[in-house]
């Protein structure tokens, strides 16, 4: 429920020490370095210029290429999960010249082979044409007064080329190798001296040349041999591919050697953000105030030479935003974040949100059973599965959600519906019974209190979001905050002053509301309303805008912050009595089934945990749904201010792996 303080210091150093110190912050990740141009006392020092480094630019190279070809069909999208000290072990004892290398070489060797497997597939598929003729293909070769050819036609035009042929010469020789409805295949024999007659004849019918190398075998024996040599080729490619999977189960070091020598780049890259002169250099940034501490020690411990200057954040700066909450609170920093991170010197919701957001979330799902199986889902996929800081935070948030909705099941008296009513055991149906504070589903009465509570639960949250701005108004600008006093004197006044009205009128049996009490409320309401006038008269201009603001002010706050917001509570009401609904039609169903002879027990199981798992999904989309919008259109717009920027410290990014237990302890 609080915002790190955060501090800007300047590291100056000897410009030898610059890129130990680049390192050294990467590692332990407290520090967001900025650009000097933002420092304006350190205006005349120079940006440094920093030259890649060759051999880091080639084994970068070699790492994309290995981690390419060692690259499984499906990549995992799963991060590996290690220790800064396996990290650092893998980066000094893998032999990433000689791996490389070697998986080049074998890698050399599979290309030819599947280039190989292409050129005899190729020649396989040319000579499949002509395997039925039984002449060497060395002798299909033309003489000094003879042509020869072997030619493809559509076959709706070989009958034309025929008789055209024989028509212009009656010497020549032809003979049909394959024909089918499609193409036509034959050789044609010819005088040299008739070359250009039989060529313009055989392109006007669009007779097409087939070319063959002029081995000393026929067809059939080639391809023959084509077959043995494409099985052998096989065979060798997939040896070579074994070898090659035996490289692959090193690809995981291969991975995190790139997450390694990319935090080098980066490092290169961040030296760009320093200063320097001719031999110091100088950098600054943004730290949080209780990590301050602990990176000045280590500073001066590791690099005595270093100089550190912190101070506050100036007015105007572009200071981050972090938050500093208790492990309960920090899962619905996820909440916060999806709206906004707040300004630095602005509120963190999270921890006022943790309280309303469980209790709406409850109210909507509000059955025992399913918050049981939600907490249990939550648990598991926590526990299982690697998930990023985001997701494990929405995890925890629906795990707490979870616990919540057993509470609020277990007062509404619903599990699964109605199935504990079900069961064929009294002592447990009396449990049940005695446990369950009210059952807004089988009782009217019940029902109305229900609703009554989804709307009492509203009104109190807005009046809280109502609070916290003059809170937030009276501390930020001091008297000159009591302007929100009206509307928040308003909004808790308002219904007191019907109740009390009521109570006048001998409506309600709240005596004590009646006379004198009616009477102070109802003249501090007409201060609060005339302040309200009072305060747009002064701050618009025009009588027309006078009067205007003056009356959608009182309105906005009687029928806006009042009546709309705490009706939009509501829902609550509506999707706690739909998910109890839905659950108890499942049992319905389920009853319906079960006395169809032979198939009734497995159509009932599977309507029962298909039915309930279904309606614990769309209940839980739904309660997230509605439980944030509440937040965040009904409570937000109260008092809290977007617009933060989330403090981002110079890190290992880590594209395929998660450093576990990386950064300085604060």
């Known amino acids: 429920m609080a915002i790190g303080r955060m501090k800007k210091i300047t590291l100056i150093g000897p410009e030898d020490e610059g890129k130990k110190v680049t390192g050294f912050l990467q590692e332990t990740a407290v520090l967001e370095i ?14 440094g210029k920093v030259l890649q480094d060759e051999e880091l630019a080639k084994r970068l190279k070699k790492l994309d290429y290995l981690e390419e070809t060692l690259a499984p069909e499906k990549k995992a999208p799963q991060k590996i999960q290690l220790s800064q000290k396996q990290f650092s072990d893998i980066a000094k004892t893998f032999d990433l010249n000689s791996f ?24 396989k598929e040319s000579l499949s044409l002509i395997k039925e ?7 299909l070769v033309s003489t000094t007064f003879t042509k020869i050819g072997i030619y493809k036609i559509p076959s709706i035009q070989f009958n034309d080329l025929i008789k055209a042929i024989n028509k212009k010469s009656p010497y020549f020789y032809l003979k049909i190798i394959k024909q089918d409805k499609k193409e036509s295949l034959f050789l044609i024999l010819y005088l040299q001296e008739q ?7 055989l392109a006007k019918y669009n007779a097409d040349l087939q070319k063959f190398p002029p081995f000393h075998s026929t067809a059939a024996e080639i391809l023959s041999w084509i077959e043995k040599r494409l099985v052998k080729n096989e065979k ?9 999977k035996k490289f692959a189960r090193e690809r995981n070091k291969i991975l995190v050697l790139l997450d390694y020598y990319s935090s080098f780049k980066e490092q290169e890259n961040i030296q760009s953000s320093f200063g320097q002169t001719k031999s110091t250099f100088v950098l600054t940034g943004w730290i949080t105030e209780r990590a301050l501490l602990n990176l000045g020690k280590s500073l001066k411990e590791k690099f005595p030479t270093i100089a550190l200057y912190s101070r506050e954040p100036k007015k105007g700066e572009d200071v981050p935003t972090i938050f500093e909450n208790k492990p309960l609170i920090e899962p619905f920093e996820a909440v916060t974040d999806l709206y906004g991170r707040p300004l630095y010197r602005g509120v963190d919701p999270s921890g006022f949100l943790s309280i309303f957001f469980i209790l709406c979330f409850a109210t909507c799902l509000s059955d025992s059973g399913y918050g049981l199986l939600l907490a249990i ?5 926590l526990k299982k599965m690697r998930l990023s800081e985001m997701g494990k935070r929405l995890c925890k948030l629906f795990f707490f959600s979870g616990l919540a909705t057993i509470v609020v099941g277990v007062i509404t008296g619903s599990c699964f519906g109605d199935l504990l009513e079900r069961v064929p055991f009294s002592p447990l149906k009396r449990l049940w019974g005695v446990i369950a504070v009210f059952n807004p589903v089988k009782n009217a009465d019940d029902m109305m209190k229900f609703f009554y509570f989804a709307l009492l639960f509203g009104y109190v949250q807005i009046s809280f979001g109502v609070l916290l701005k003059l809170m937030r108004g009276i501390k930020g600008y001091g008297i000159a905050g009591l302007k929100d006093f009206a509307p928040f004197l308003i909004q808790l006044g308002l219904p007191l002053w019907i109740l009390a009205f009521l109570a006048k009128k001998s409506v309600l049996p709240f005596s004590f509301l009646g006379g004198f009490f009616f009477s102070c409320l109802s003249f501090l309401l007409i201060l609060a309303l005339g302040f309200v006038v009072f305060r747009q008269c002064v701050e618009q201009k025009g009588i027309f805008m006078k009067l205007f603001w003056s009356v959608y002010s009182v309105y906005g706050m009687v029928v806006g912050n009042l009546l709309s917001d705490t009706l939009s509570y509501s829902r609550l009401f509506a999707l706690g009595m739909t998910t109890a609904l839905l659950a108890i039609v499942m049992n319905q169903l ?8 032979y198939l009734g027990l497995v159509l009932g199981l599977i309507i029962f945990f298909g039915g309930h798992l279904f309606n614990l999904a769309i209940n839980t989309l739904g309660a997230y749904v509605h439980t944030s919008r509440l937040q965040y259109l009904e409570f937000f717009t109260k008092f809290y201010e977007a617009g933060g920027r989330v403090f981002e410290p110079f890190r290992i990014e880590g594209k395929y792996t ?3 237990g990386s950064g300085l302890r604060i």
């Not at 070359?195 to 004849?201: G, I, Q, R």
């Not at 889902?377 to 996929?381: D, K, N, V």
């Open 34 to 47: 900025t650009r000097l141009k933002e420092e304006v006392a350190l205006k005349e020092v120079v940006p």
């Open 100 to 123: 490389y290398e070697k998986v080049k070489e074998l890698d050399a060797r599979i290309k030819k082979r599947k280039n190989l497997k292409k050129r005899l597939n190729k020649l």
């Open 133 to 139: 003729l039984k002449v060497p293909l060395n002798q």
């Open 195 to 201: 070359e250009k007659e039989f060529l313009s004849l």
């Open 236 to 244: 060798d490619t997939l040896q070579l591919s074994d070898e090659m």
């Open 377 to 381: 889902f939550s648990l598991i996929i």
């Open 590 to 597: 389920v009853s319906l089934v079960l006395p169809v002879p």
């Open 658 to 660: 998660i450093i576990e």
